[in-house]
């Protein structure tokens, strides 16, 4: 048995692909797996958990079912960090603080989402302080659920033109400092996070501490990856 990891599968009904990718993973991990974390981005976006349509109604479902039988923990991400208290109780899902810190046998592995660490990109950490205080997602869930979608698909549009001017630029990725201010504040475990889009596996190291930091692979052209932890490490594996 191991405990598998995804991140940034950014389901939407856009990308059927990726649904049913998804979904048929569930299906075959639920009752085999120790336990399910998604560190943050399994939606597109998230604008409620009174956003009651027929795609969010099937995701849902479908974590439900699988959480009957695996427990299923979820992290916020930078897209889906309005999944609230009702998300949870629909799908069965415990919801994670970032960063978390899990424990393994011996092995100790921090979990982030990893948008926290991209800290060279000012404007978005303006943003992400912004979008975590529980006044403005207040305000924010207030608001009509049509304006809700017509907020988060201009949000969606400016992300896309600025990856197709942009790729990945440099301040999308994590700096080094932050990631070593998180090891030190955490006594160095193994650092998980997805966000970037740049799966690998880095070492980290001072002149007397080692570790690594895994990139969880993102999911796309209906194909995807996850991290599996178990009694030999921890590896990556492919999906699709």
């Known amino acids: 048995m191991a405990i598998h990891l995804i991140s940034d599968l950014h389901l939407s009904e856009d990308t059927p692909d990726l649904e049913q990718l998804f979904t048929a993973t569930l299906i075959d991990w639920a009752g085999r797996i120790d336990a399910l974390y998604i560190l943050g981005d399994l939606f597109e976006y998230w604008v409620g958990d009174d956003d009651d349509t027929p795609f969010n109604r099937r995701m849902v479902e479908?974590?439900?079912?699988?959480?009957?039988?695996?427990?299923l923990f979820v992290m916020h991400g930078n897209r889906d960090f309005l999944l609230g208290a009702g998300f949870a109780a629909a799908s069965g899902a415990t919801m994670l603080d970032d960063p978390y810190l899990l424990q393994q046998g011996h092995a100790r592995y921090l979990l982030s989402h990893g948008d926290a660490l991209c800290t060279a990109d000012s404007a978005y950490q303006q943003f992400r302080a912004q979008s975590r205080n529980?006044?403005?997602q207040q305000a924010m869930l207030a608001r009509p659920l049509a304006e809700r979608h017509a907020i988060a698909q201009q949000a969606r549009q400016q992300?896309?033109?600025a990856k197709r001017a942009n790729g990945l630029s440099e301040i999308s990725d994590v700096t080094?400092?932050?990631?070593?201010?998180l090891l030190d504040e955490h006594g160095w475990p193994m650092l998980v996070h997805g966000h970037t889009h740049r799966p690998a596996c880095h070492v980290v190291e001072d002149a007397t501490?080692?570790?690594?930091?895994?990139?969880?692979a993102d999911w796309h052209d209906g194909k995807g990856g996850y991290l599996?932890?178990?009694n030999h490490g921890i590896g990556a594996h492919a999906l699709g």
Do not use: C, K, N, Y
């Not at 479908?62 to 427990?71: D, E, G, K, M, V």
């Not at 080094?176 to 201010?181: C, K, L």
């Not at 501490?209 to 969880?216: A, G, K, N, P």
């Open 62 to 71: 479908a974590l439900h079912a699988f959480s009957t039988r695996t427990p």
């Open 134 to 136: 529980p006044a403005w």
């Open 159 to 161: 992300s896309e033109m």
């Open 176 to 181: 080094d400092s932050a990631v070593r201010a």
């Open 209 to 216: 501490r080692q570790t690594q930091r895994w990139v969880i």
């Open 228 to 230: 599996a932890i178990d």
